[in-house]
């Protein structure tokens, strides 16, 4: 005797089982759809990063405000996502100033840039003493000291600052501790007069003034 409770429910088995069938298609699908889409996002990255382009790139530190001359940058190939800012002729730069320091390595852009103020700069040369030369270049700031001497034109007494962060223009030729040289400083000309006097008055120090946190931009 055939039961009719078996025959009414095979059809329900059926449509379950198609039900899954093509569920199991859908997600197939889903998943073959995603696998085509990051393939194709990662050749779109792996493009981009291999899209390079000219830029220049500054071979030696430069303190704010010094001028950019032609042996201070060098041309590379970089790959970034703004290619807008970037500068890659030496037109565009040269006998500009720095914005900010900027270090060694680093990848000029159009915001590191500034035309050269208005106001005329002097280039001052002063005497330092054996022992009392730093190791400086050009671009580097430094802070000039004079210590009123009996020799000089002006009251013995302590050393006092006259002048901070200038601009080495000409870094001292020997940095002998048993030779005298002198240092070529660029200043706004208002100054000239206090750098002048200074070495009359009696022993002039220049103290280099360090980049903050070069390490951290410069890696």
């Given at each position: 005797m055939i039961s009719l409770r078996g025959l009414s429910a095979r059809p329900k088995l059926i449509k379950t089982s198609r039900q899954y069938s093509s569920m199991r298609d859908i997600r197939l699908w889903a998943g073959i759809a995603l696998l085509i889409f990051c393939a194709l996002v990662g050749r779109a990255t792996i493009h981009s990063a291999s899209a390079r382009s000219s830029a220049l790139v500054v071979v030696n530190n430069l303190a704010r405000g010094s001028i950019i001359r032609s042996q201070d940058i060098g041309a590379v190939q970089v790959s970034v996502p703004d290619t807008e800012v970037l500068v890659s002729e030496a037109a565009q730069v040269v006998g500009k100033r720095a914005r900010t320091d900027v270090f060694a390595g680093e990848v000029l852009t159009t915001y590191?840039?500034?035309?050269?103020?208005?106001?005329?700069?002097?280039?001052?040369?002063?005497?330092?003493?054996?022992?009392?030369?730093?190791a400086l270049a050009y671009g580097d700031q430094v802070d000039v000291w004079v210590t009123p001497s009996s020799t000089g034109l002006a009251v013995p007494g302590p050393a006092h600052l006259i002048a901070a962060k200038v601009l080495v223009s000409v870094p001292p030729d020997v940095a002998d501790s048993t030779t005298d040289t002198s240092i070529t400083l660029s200043v706004p000309a208002p100054e000239v007069q206090a750098l002048v006097q200074a070495s009359q008055d009696g022993f002039i120090d220049v103290v280099a003034v360090p980049f903050a946190d070069s390490q951290a931009r410069a890696s």
């Amino acid at each position: 005797m055939i039961s009719l409770r078996g025959l009414s429910a095979r059809p329900k088995l059926i449509k379950t089982s198609r039900q899954y069938s093509s569920m199991r298609d859908i997600r197939l699908w889903a998943g073959i759809a995603l696998l085509i889409f990051c393939a194709l996002v990662g050749r779109a990255t792996i493009h981009s990063a291999s899209a390079r382009s000219s830029a220049l790139v500054v071979v030696n530190n430069l303190a704010r405000g010094s001028i950019i001359r032609s042996q201070d940058i060098g041309a590379v190939q970089v790959s970034v996502p703004d290619t807008e800012v970037l500068v890659s002729e030496a037109a565009q730069v040269v006998g500009k100033r720095a914005r900010t320091d900027v270090f060694a390595g680093e990848v000029l852009t159009t915001y590191d840039l500034v035309e050269p103020e208005k106001q005329s700069m002097r280039d001052v040369a002063v005497p330092l003493r054996a022992g009392h030369v730093p190791a400086l270049a050009y671009g580097d700031q430094v802070d000039v000291w004079v210590t009123p001497s009996s020799t000089g034109l002006a009251v013995p007494g302590p050393a006092h600052l006259i002048a901070a962060k200038v601009l080495v223009s000409v870094p001292p030729d020997v940095a002998d501790s048993t030779t005298d040289t002198s240092i070529t400083l660029s200043v706004p000309a208002p100054e000239v007069q206090a750098l002048v006097q200074a070495s009359q008055d009696g022993f002039i120090d220049v103290v280099a003034v360090p980049f903050a946190d070069s390490q951290a931009r410069a890696s």
